[in-house]
Structures are given as structure tokens and as C-alpha cells.
């Protein structure tokens, strides 16, 4: 069975017209390319008028009630950053509505928000199963994870109360 010309003409005629596409269709996908920023290069925003930043503490501790010397403190908002010092406590500049991140080498990051300036931020810093899920995890995995995580927190910072890690 032969082909007719034309046949062959519209077969090379789709074909280019396809390779366009796909072509078009893979420049457009690289330029949706989202890339991972580290939170401790992130831009300065620019603040309202009525932003008021106030003095802030508290301190940072581990999964073993340890304070986290040298934990950084981020002001994810302002771009201002600390250390916690020896007895992973700290002192920072924030104002109303501002996102701070608790970051230390050996745990997950913490990120909390700003409500008042009556607010302590006393954090305990720990591995985070939900950070530790495999791509493609399913809803329930996460779930299971956060309650878990959740959980230990919570007696961590029972724990954290009794031994007055929280009075400083």
C-alpha cells in the first residue's frame, strides 16, 4: 500500500506542528520553575506606616530540654536576624503580624507569628516527622505525622514547665 503525497505532505505537516507545541509546552514549563529560596535570604518588606516593633524574648530549647546555644532567630518579615546565647535565650525587635522562624542545624524550623507584644516565645525545636515524609505522602501519613508531633510537643513542654525551663 502506497501513501499519497499528500497524505505524506499533512503526516511531516502534523508532525512539525506537534514538535512546535511541545517545544512551546517545555519553555513553559521551565519558566514555571519555582526555586527554593533559604528563609535567611529573603527580601525586606516593605512595613506600613502604623508598624510599631516592639521588644520580643524567650528561649529556645531541644527535644532533651537542652537550650540551643546559638539557635537563630529570624524575623521572616524584616529580614532581621538573631542568635539565642548560651542559655538559648533571646531578645529581637518584632512588631504585630511579623513571622518568626526558630532555626537550629539539628532540628526542623519552628515558625510562629506575632500577636502582642505580652507574648513569650518560649520554643522547643524538634525533629518534625511531617518533614521527614517521603515524596508522595498520602493525606493520612500527614495526619498520623502532625498528631505525633503535636503529641510530643506537648508533653515537651509539660516537661519544659516543671523543670522551669520557661522562668528566666
Known amino acids: 500500500m502506497q501513501s ?16 512546535f507545541l511541545l517545544g512551546i509546552l517545555v519553555k ?7 526555586i527554593d529560596t533559604p528563609i535567611r535570604y529573603i527580601l525586606k518588606y516593605h512595613t506600613a506606616e502604623d508598624y510599631k516593633p516592639f521588644p520580643v524574648m524567650g528561649r529556645v530549647i531541644g527535644t532533651n530540654l537542652e537550650s540551643i546555644k546559638n539557635g537563630e532567630v529570624i524575623n521572616i518579615c524584616s529580614g ?12 529581637f525587635q518584632a512588631g504585630k ?5 526558630f532555626i537550629s542545624s539539628k532540628y526542623s524550623p ?3 507569628g506575632v500577636k502582642s507584644p505580652k507574648d513569650k516565645f518560649n ?8 518533614a521527614a515524609l517521603p515524596p508522595g505522602h498520602t493525606r493520612s ?13 506537648k ?5 519544659a514547665k516543671e523543670e522551669g525551663k520557661w522562668n528566666y
Do not use: C, W
Open 80 to 91: 532581621q536576624t538573631t542568635k539565642a546565647d548560651d542559655n538559648g535565650i533571646f531578645h
Open 155 to 159: 508533653i515537651l513542654d509539660k516537661d
Open 110 to 112: 519552628t515558625i510562629i
Open 141 to 153: 501519613d500527614y495526619e498520623k505525622a502532625k498528631k505525633e508531633d503535636e503529641d510530643l510537643y
Open 4 to 19: 499519497s503525497p499528500t497524505l505524506v505532505k499533512m503526516n511531516k505537516t502534523l508532525f512539525f506542528i506537534l514538535l
Open 28 to 34: 513553559t514549563t521551565s519558566a514555571q520553575e519555582i
Open 97 to 101: 503580624g511579623d513571622t518568626l522562624a
Open 123 to 130: 520554643i522547643i525545636l524538634i525533629k518534625r516527622k511531617t
